[in-house]
């Protein structure tokens, strides 16, 4: 785990750096199935894992039952300040699901078929963030 903190605003109007060679953004599939080696965005409450202790069952919840390992990072992380974000390396998926919210149910093991890097932790990546109300 990395927190990564940003002090000053981005200038994003008058920078010419690109960000990376090529960025694909998508707004369908599933975070933990159909993004794989790509960073993942976790943005969704200030306290990492969201309600995945108690209430809550929607893409942040659902993603760290499913990779177990994550909710660690509760443990280890205070409160997200809006200029914070986690940075979690190696995660590993033990669970297969169906449905999402109320309809949420275990749907057996999944076996992890993602690649690992020279230090053996597994190549996901989650950046978690709190999404700030505008």
């Not at 990395?2 to 953004?25: A, C, G």
């Not at 108690?54 to 499913?66: D, K, Y």
């Not at 205070?78 to 149910?105: A, C, H, K, M, P």
């Amino acid at each position: 785990m990395l927190l990564q903190v940003l002090n000053d605003d981005p200038k994003w109007q008058s920078s010419d750096v690109k960000l990376v060679k090529e960025l694909r953004v998508s707004v369908t599939g599933r975070i933990e199935k159909d993004a794989p080696n790509m960073l993942h965005a976790d943005f969704a409450n200030m306290y990492v894992g969201g309600g995945v202790l108690s209430s809550g069952c929607v893409q942040e919840e659902i993603l760290f039952v499913l990779c177990p390992e994550l909710i660690v990072s509760r443990l280890l992380t205070e409160v997200l300040d809006d200029n914070e974000t986690l940075v979690i390396t190696g995660y590993q998926r033990f669970s297969d699901y169906v449905g999402y919210g109320w309809s949420f149910r275990w749907n057996g093991d999944y076996v992890d078929s993602t690649g690992c890097d020279a230090w053996g932790r597994h190549t996901t990546q989650l950046v978690a963030m709190d999404a700030l109300v505008p």
